[in-house]
């Protein structure tokens, strides 16, 4: 544990509460993604299974349990409690195209050819790609609401802080992961165009609009 990891953990866990909180304030689910929550709820489920067969850390099963649990909260809000509030209409990217070349990925490239570990590598490369619907609806809808922003806000910088922490673990411990580094990467990549965005004109007041 490093601060690094910390603070992209504690991103991640604002990212989550923001998006939460914003459906149940708002009793809606608009300006959201279905479909990017359902690739994060299979990212999660597909990392996290060695809950069940390996202990690291009181704190590293909580966070686990958080994460699936609030996925799968996320989920029940969007297609069943607020489902009239859903936007099907502009949530239309085809994730079968993210989901196909990264099952077939974590296949070809993996540290090791079980399946614990396909799954893993799995989670890893759907990772860095499940916010293209999100970001995929926002250009659609050509713009987002200033909550919706936060989110994804929080969401990259726990991305990019994983990378800071990659960076440390190499100095520090001579210990890198380039199946990781790389998932990284590519996701921080996927966030630049937003993060100069947000911070341009959603930090001064102002609506996020994306082109369509």
Known sequence: MNIFRLAGDLSHVV?????????????????????????????????????????????????????????????????GKFRGTYD???????????????????????HEFTLMEILWTFSIYLESVAILPQLFMVSKTGEAESI??????????????YLLNWIHRYIAETHYDLIAI?????????YCDFFYLYITKVLKGKKLQLPA
Not at 35 to 63: E, G, H, P, W
Request: proline residues 1%; contains cysteine.
């Open 148 to 161: 919706t922003s936060h989110y994804l806000f929080a969401l990259g910088s726990y991305r990019a802080l």
């Open 88 to 110: 099907h209409n502009h949530d239309t990217f085809r994730i079968e195209f993210l989901l196909v070349p990264c099952g077939l990925l974590s296949l070809i490239i993996n």
């Open 15 to 79: 990212a989550i509460i923001i998006l939460l909180l914003k459906i149940w304030k708002t009793r809606s689910c608009a300006g959201i993604s279905g479909k990017s929550q359902i690739l994060f709820a299979l990212v999660y489920l597909t990392r996290y299974l060695d809950l069940f067969t390996t202990y690291v850390s009181l704190y590293n099963s909580v966070m686990k349990v958080l994460f699936i649990s609030a996925s799968g909260t996320t989920l029940y809000l969007m297609y």
């Open 182 to 190: 790389f998932a990284g990467i590519v996701q921080t990549i996927l």
